[in-house]
């Protein structure tokens, strides 16, 4: 009988020899969080400069919408530093038969392969996010005439609806990568994971009309990324929109879509593995 394995264990040596190899080459990691954050604070700079022109963006205020943003940011950096690097170099170890020695390890695949490794770089963006989200929930609540009121089960929610927005946007991450056992390369999804996750970086609100409607149901309903921000981003900064109507039946419905996709993500994951071929055949 094979012993127990204690994944919590595994996971945290994972963590500590990623950091040790980030920490052998420290200014190659210093430069990729300045660069990081660099980049966020240029998109910061021009919504900043948006909103010298308008009060809102399809009903967000200012500060309101900077809870968003910041939501985004914290959600991208989690992913980015704990799923992006292992989801890449799945193409590399299918060619190069690294797939195999990980198909022969007394763990599970989907772990190992998904969570070996993690860019700590990436966490810059995590700190600065939470920076502009403390800032914003600032303003919202010292602001008049009529400020946010919060509430602790309003911060426990806005956690637990972030890791199911990272959960989501791992399983489209993990399909994706898995399809690279019947393609062998498959850059061009990677792009197309690009492209999709780029309507999750807008309110919802903003998708209407004839063109726009279509997209934001088929982003909800079928690949539901736009509830990977808007979720919590509306639980912590506008828990009753301006029109009256209220986030939960959306936070009810992100509960049934992060568990459907984690599911479909893992049989996407088994059924590819089913049809791999050793490297050495």
Same mark, same amino acid.
């Given at each position: 009988m094979l012993p127990r394995v204690n994944y919590f264990r595994i996971y945290l040596a994972f963590a500590r020899n990623s950091l040790v190899r980030n920490m052998t080459f420290r200014m190659n990691f210093l430069i990729e969080c300045v $660069? $990081?954050?660099?980049?966020?604070?240029?998109?910061?700079? /021009?919504?900043?400069?948006?909103?010298?022109f308008t009060e809102s963006i399809a009903g967000w205020e200012k500060w309101e919408f900077f809870a968003f943003l910041a939501t985004t940011m914290i959600v991208n950096s989690l992913v980015q530093a704990f799923f992006?690097?292992?989801c890449e170099a799945l193409s590399e170890l299918i060619r190069t038969g690294g797939l195999d020695f990980a198909m022969l390890k007394p763990i599970d695949t989907q772990f190992l392969i998904s969570l070996e490794k993690v860019d700590w770089s990436s966490l810059a963006?995590? #700190? #600065?996010?939470? %920076?502009l989200l403390t800032v914003s929930l600032v303003r919202l609540t010292t602001a008049s005439p009529d400020p946010l009121v919060l509430s602790p089960i309003s911060a426990v929610l806005y956690v637990f609806y972030v890791l199911c927005g990272v959960a989501i946007m791992y399983s489209l991450m993990i399909a994706l990568s898995a399809t690279s056992i019947w393609l062998g390369q498959n850059r061009s999804l990677y792009d197309f994971w690009f492209y %999709?996750?780029?309507? #999750?970086?807008?309110?919802?609100? %903003? /998708? $209407?009309?004839p063109w726009g409607t279509p997209l934001r149901a088929g982003f909800t309903f079928i690949i539901p990324i736009l509830i990977v921000v808007n979720v919590p981003a509306q639980i912590i900064a506008r828990p009753i929109a301006p029109d009256g109507t209220r986030v939960w039946p959306l936070a009810i419905f992100a509960l049934l879509a992060t568990s459907l996709s984690l599911l479909a993500s893992r049989w996407v994951f088994q059924a590819a593995l089913r049809h791999y071929r050793s490297a050495s055949s």
């Amino acid at each position: 009988m094979l012993p127990r394995v204690n994944y919590f264990r595994i996971y945290l040596a994972f963590a500590r020899n990623s950091l040790v190899r980030n920490m052998t080459f420290r200014m190659n990691f210093l430069i990729e969080c300045v $660069s $990081s954050v660099t980049w966020t604070l240029m998109n910061l700079g /021009y919504y900043f400069l948006v909103y010298r022109f308008t009060e809102s963006i399809a009903g967000w205020e200012k500060w309101e919408f900077f809870a968003f943003l910041a939501t985004t940011m914290i959600v991208n950096s989690l992913v980015q530093a704990f799923f992006m690097p292992n989801c890449e170099a799945l193409s590399e170890l299918i060619r190069t038969g690294g797939l195999d020695f990980a198909m022969l390890k007394p763990i599970d695949t989907q772990f190992l392969i998904s969570l070996e490794k993690v860019d700590w770089s990436s966490l810059a963006n995590f #700190a #600065a996010g939470l %920076i502009l989200l403390t800032v914003s929930l600032v303003r919202l609540t010292t602001a008049s005439p009529d400020p946010l009121v919060l509430s602790p089960i309003s911060a426990v929610l806005y956690v637990f609806y972030v890791l199911c927005g990272v959960a989501i946007m791992y399983s489209l991450m993990i399909a994706l990568s898995a399809t690279s056992i019947w393609l062998g390369q498959n850059r061009s999804l990677y792009d197309f994971w690009f492209y %999709i996750t780029n309507f #999750a970086r807008y309110p919802m609100e %903003i /998708y $209407s009309g004839p063109w726009g409607t279509p997209l934001r149901a088929g982003f909800t309903f079928i690949i539901p990324i736009l509830i990977v921000v808007n979720v919590p981003a509306q639980i912590i900064a506008r828990p009753i929109a301006p029109d009256g109507t209220r986030v939960w039946p959306l936070a009810i419905f992100a509960l049934l879509a992060t568990s459907l996709s984690l599911l479909a993500s893992r049989w996407v994951f088994q059924a590819a593995l089913r049809h791999y071929r050793s490297a050495s055949s």
